[in-house]
């Protein structure tokens, strides 16, 4: 199979595979750019940033690549209008809106001349986001790491989604090597997003305990947890999942007030801050359901050849 170019509004990238957006800094530029100059769209995940921290790691992307570059934020946030809002005026190319939309950002994006990608899991979500403005859809399934909006298959929700809109379908959750690309495309996908994949790089921004945990996780490791935000979060099992499990008091003495809402049953934010730092005792691990398939941590470069070779065998 040969894979097609992507179209999302007026951008088009050589290669169909959006990097997932990660937070908190574990996609910043580094890897963002690495992605964008292998003909991918790379993605910077500005969730947890100040807006002078996301303009800096835009402006470092725009020094390492050429390519297409995003940004992903996570809708719950407190500043999410602030945030996006900068990264657009620092001229952005596409905005993912992770864990929910409103109809303010597909107007930013109409005046901005910027495609707005909101990631849905059904196809409801999808063909409303479609009717207020959105360039693509990025389909997440269960499998997903990271913050969840539904217990369903990304497989059985992908075609549903494919016969319900007529703008670009990216696959999402569970794809780790190019077979998992293959088999998205047949679904009726356009392009796929890997996150897992790409967080166990060489440019990821994960602590090498993070990345540790990865390679050594089996598929009993893969849990769910509850998370501040008001969804089930799939990640790792580590000493801090086992805190919680426990029912131990994780609950800040001070709030940063960084959510819309919040159950307050520990910081999210501070959780995945200390993932990225290496901190396991008080990190929260996100990852894909599928995690137990990634041997080694690669190179970005050394990973797309991978993948292109998968797929030229499937």
Request: hydrophobic residues 45%; aromatic residues 4%.
């Amino acid at each position: 199979m040969k894979l097609p170019e992507l179209q999302i509004g007026n951008l088009i990238a050589r290669l169909p595979i959006i990097q997932g957006g990660m937070a908190v800094r574990i996609s910043t530029s580094r890897l963002a750019a690495a992605v964008a100059n292998e003909g991918g769209i790379g993605i910077i995940a500005i969730t947890g940033m100040s807006v002078e921290e996301l303009k800096a790691e835009i402006r470092k992307a725009r020094e390492l690549t050429k390519g297409i570059i995003g940004i992903n934020c996570l809708f719950a946030v407190r500043d999410f209008a602030t945030l996006v809002k900068a990264a657009i005026q620092e001229g952005i190319d596409l905005v993912v809106s992770g864990a929910g939309f409103s109809r303010d950002m597909f107007q930013w994006g109409k005046e901005s001349n910027t495609p707005i990608v909101p990631i849905v899991s059904s196809a409801r979500l999808a063909k409303i986001a479609e009717k207020l403005g959105a360039a693509a859809v990025v389909v997440e399934g269960k499998e997903a790491g990271g913050h969840l909006g539904t217990t369903e298959p990304m497989k059985k929700i992908l075609p549903e989604v494919r016969a319900a809109v007529s703008i670009p379908v990216i696959a999402a959750g569970g794809i780790i090597d190019g077979r998992d690309i293959v088999e998205a495309f047949k679904l009726g996908a356009n392009g796929v997003q890997m996150g897992t994949r790409f967080a166990a790089s060489e440019e990821s921004g994960a602590s090498r305990e993070f990345k540790e945990l990865y390679l050594r996780a089996a598929l009993e490791d893969v849990v769910l947890v509850k998370s501040p935000v008001g969804l089930p979060g799939r990640a790792l099992k580590n000493r801090f999942w086992e805190r919680i499990n426990q029912g131990e008091d994780l609950s800040p003495e001070t709030c940063r007030a960084c959510l819309k809402h919040c159950s307050g049953d520990y910081c999210i934010m501070e959780a995945l801050e200390k993932a990225q730092q290496g901190d396991m005792e008080n990190g929260l691990v996100f990852s894909g359901e599928l995690v137990q398939r990634i041997k080694e941590i690669l190179p970005v470069k050394k990973i797309f050849q991978n993948l292109l070779q998968e797929i030229e065998t499937s």
